[in-house]
């Protein structure tokens, strides 16, 4: 069983902090040995005692330090490391030491001595301070630095100059190899602006330092006899090695506590520990799958994503996690899981992500991160040898054939087969709805075993994501297709997607009609809208029935007869749509809750406007249970919603009915549950002025609603009256029928 440690990360200014390894400090699923293995790499002890399996990393270049960062900065640091910056990784190399104040200004004036430049620190613009903090907060520097007093950005003013500081977010890499600070694909426009939210308007003024040379003769002595160029690089510096790892003991050296003689790191005891469990497997190599974690934890990969339950975005983060396409969900803003990822990415297009910023998700807000090659050179082989699935060959059609799987790929993806276009840009044209990953990069990206497995169950892959599935157990739901079959539907697909840019367009790419219409078969459209919300999905059926069910809150959100939707695209963002006749308009509040008692007020939907934009509670409706799981399509085309309630799934399904009359009135609607314990749920079913007929029938004047015996709980008065239904749901699986009858 896997253990996660979570830790306060936050330090208080004037507190001397352990060493702080950001991956460390979150769910990181690394058990003690390779947390211990994991700080030895991270405290750079391989720059002080040789060893075959832990990678020397490198602490920041110092070739230029004088030039880049404040020498009274520098001089206070040098002398006492923890106290100037609480949770760093340099050791205490002064500690016990009577005469550290004097050995940290001789080390000072020789290391500003080998710089050409002075320090210079201008001032900041208010606007650029401004512009800093969106920047900071939208492109995922906030995931790893929670900016506050207590943080350790909160002295960079004092560090920086604004121009050293644009300098260093431009071209981290350059002066910290390690990659511990990454590389955000920056402009030097935005590398100033977060520079200037991070110095702020307290800038310190240039440094009066000037270096005699004397004391930086000293100074070199000292550099040479505490043996500084075991971490860091200066031209004319060579490291002399101690001893090899294999001969540390627990307890010894700088792992005995002391602070006096050795490196002293300031470890806390549980740190201690975990260095000592790790000393004797040390020259042990680490598997494959360690080796992974480890990566991922040293460099906090697992503050974005999520592997083997590992990792992932914490609440308080989710709310700085943006997107241009609300519609598309969390998979919009929340960076893909890391699970099969070696299985689902071909090697050179993985390489591609990890070193030259590619990117296939322009409406996230976060950037990936750039660590370099020289730290994750080692990921892609990782990745590919560890995530395995049963292998699909999708070979290439034979010459005869090609027409025939072209133009079956070509059907398929267009408005008139699956309508992918619906959610996803083809070949650098915009979709009519959603603007979800180009479709054209599939064959590029994509290994074809991962493919087929995503296509034939997508939400197995991909929590929360609005694609359905057309090939519900392996089964095609578009029968009229290469024979119904649904591996030479996929084959048929892949195919398409490998002609790249020679691809014809599929049709809807470049325009589709302002109303669609229901012909002989259900019909289902994804977009944003007025009545459903950014994740509105309508469906009608053949015969004038139509409904939208928002999928962010899990609601049935509207009903009308008459004429499918219209639908507009002609700004930013999604699509959406609108009803073409006048519709019943629901409740788009969470729908299903665990009330404490009957006269609970309902968790409803944060309300924002004018004079309060912000959204006051922005986990809702994740913080209520709810969760999207995606959903499916029968032969008939009829979806199947799936979605969590707390533990609870639920599987919901609505069709077309006859209620009292020779045409389609009404929907009867299945809500099937599997929950993991008997509990009771509350389910909102109709709200505003809400009359009871009988024991099951219930009305709000536009809607008659007939409902379980025995589950209705009406209360209210007036024009705010709620009907719930109180469902003591047994262990397992059931189920309820709602039947909805159109009055209008």
Known sequence: MKRFIVVLTLIPIGVVAAPVVPGLHGKHGLDRVHQGRLLIAELRCAGCHASDTVKHKKGP?????????NPDYIQKFIASPHSTDPGTQMPDLLAGNPKRHEIAEALTHYLVSRSEEPF?????????????????????????HLLDKGDQLSRVSSKYGIDSLTDFLFQPRHVRPSGRMPDMNLTRAEAKSIASYLIGLKAHGSSKFKPVAFKAVKGEKYFDQLNCASCHDLKGKKSKPALVMSKLRKGKGCLSGQSKGVPYFNLSQEQRAAIDQALPEMDKHLGEKAQIHQTLAAFNCIACHTRDGAGGVSNAMFKYF??????????????????????????????KVLFDSESVRPYMHTRMPQFGEANLSHLPA???????????ELPEPKRDDRRKYREGGHLLVGDKGL???????????????????????????????????????????RSGIVMPNYWPGGEAVRKDVLNGNADEQ??????????????????GIRSVGTDLKVTDRVRVYRGRSRIAGYRGIAVGFPGGVSYAFNAEYGSLSGLWS???????????????????????ELAQDVAFYRLAKDDEPWPLLPKMDKENPVNPDPLYPRNRGYQFKGYQLDANGVPTFMYCTGAVEVEDTSNAELVATNRLDGLMRTIRFT??????????????????????????????????????????????????????????????????????
């Open 562 to 584: 008459g004429d499918f939707v219209s639908i507009g695209w002609g700004g930013q963002g999604a699509g959406n749509f609108n009803p073409r006749a006048r519709a019943i």
């Open 120 to 144: 210079v620190a201008a001032a900041v613009k208010q606007e650029e301070v401004d512009a800093g903090k969106k920047l900071f907060e939208r492109i995922g520097c906030v995931n790893c």
């Open 382 to 392: 990782l990745f590919e040898k560890v995530d395995q699935l049963p292998k699909v």
């Open 61 to 69: 270049d110092l070739s230029a330090v004088g030039s880049r960062v």
């Open 675 to 744: 929950a993991p314990k008997a509990e009771t749920v509350y389910f909102r079913a109709l709200t505003g002025k809400v009359k009871q007929r009988s024991a099951i029938e219930f009305t709000n004047d536009a809607v008659k609603l007939r409902v379980p015996e025995g589950t209705a709980l009406f209360r209210g008065e007036g024009e705010l009256r709620e009907l719930l239904l109180k469902l003591k749901l047994p262990k397992g699986k059931s189920e309820i029928q709602i039947h909805y009858e159109l009055l209008r």
């Open 419 to 461: 309508n992918c276009i619906a959610c996803h840009n083809f070949n650098g044209k915009t979709s009519p709805g959603l603007k979800g990953i180009d479709l054209l990069n599939s064959f590029e990206r994509l290994q074809p075993s991962w493919f087929v497995h995503f296509m034939k169950n997508p939400q197995q892959y």
């Open 490 to 507: 996929l084959r048929a697909l892949w195919h398409y997607f490998s002609l790249g840019r020679s691809a014809r367009d599929p049709s």
């Open 322 to 351: 943006g997107t241009d396409e609300e519609g598309l969900g969390n998979p919009a803003r929340i960076p893909p899981t890391l699970d099969g990822v070696g299985a689902k990415l071909r090697p050179e297009w993985l390489r």
